[in-house]
């Protein structure tokens, strides 16, 4: 009977602790980003500059810089963006949760392969490691996320980081 009353609490804990873990990945970290601008780099200055855009959706997370996606939509067309941004060399949208149904990776990835959207840079080095990139679709819709850069995908393997890559933000001790 002892073994009946400790595998069933082994069976509980487990199921707790991943009914957590869920909860916590999918809903627990996100919270909706209230404000914010989109902005592309030029191809003139290198730095970001605003578009105008409509119905911006954000969710964030504190627990990583690449949790970040966002929705909206924009006037400009993709000639004109193409002359006057920089493009990504390559975008592969992360998922999103589920929730947050206006963002879907896997259609997106799509619009990127076949040419119905183009990835811009919106900004270089959001966080250490990390650039921002937008998609925008043909018919003016855009999804944003936070992707990896070659130093940021450096300092998480483990490879020498090199002189291109700028130095790592002190560490807080608390």
């Not at 073994?3 to 069933?8: E, R, S």
């Not at 209230?34 to 191809?43: A, K, R, T």
């Amino acid at each position: 009977m002892n073994g009946k009353i400790v595998g069933l609490a082994i069976m509980l804990s487990g199921l707790i602790a991943g009914t957590a873990l869920y909860y916590l990945q999918v809903y627990g970290f996100y919270q909706e980003v209230e404000g914010g601008n989109v902005e592309l780099v030029s191809v003139v200055s290198n730095l970001p500059e605003p578009i105008p855009f409509d119905g911006l959706t954000a969710i964030d997370a504190d627990s990583s810089p690449i949790r970040y996606r966002a929705c909206f939509t924009t006037e400009y067309s993709l000639p004109l963006l193409t002359e006057s941004y920089v493009l990504a060399d390559k975008a592969t949208p992360r998922n999103a949760p589920g929730w947050f149904e206006c963002f879907d990776a896997e259609a997106i990835g799509t619009a990127l392969e076949d040419g119905t959207a183009l990835a811009f840079i919106g900004q270089k080095n959001i966080a250490y490691g990390v650039d921002r990139l937008v998609a925008i679709t043909a018919d003016g819709r855009g999804f944003v996320w936070h992707e990896l850069n070659e130093c940021g995908e450096k300092s998480y393997d483990g490879t020498v980081i090199g002189e291109t890559c700028p130095d790592l933000p002190a560490q807080s001790s608390n």
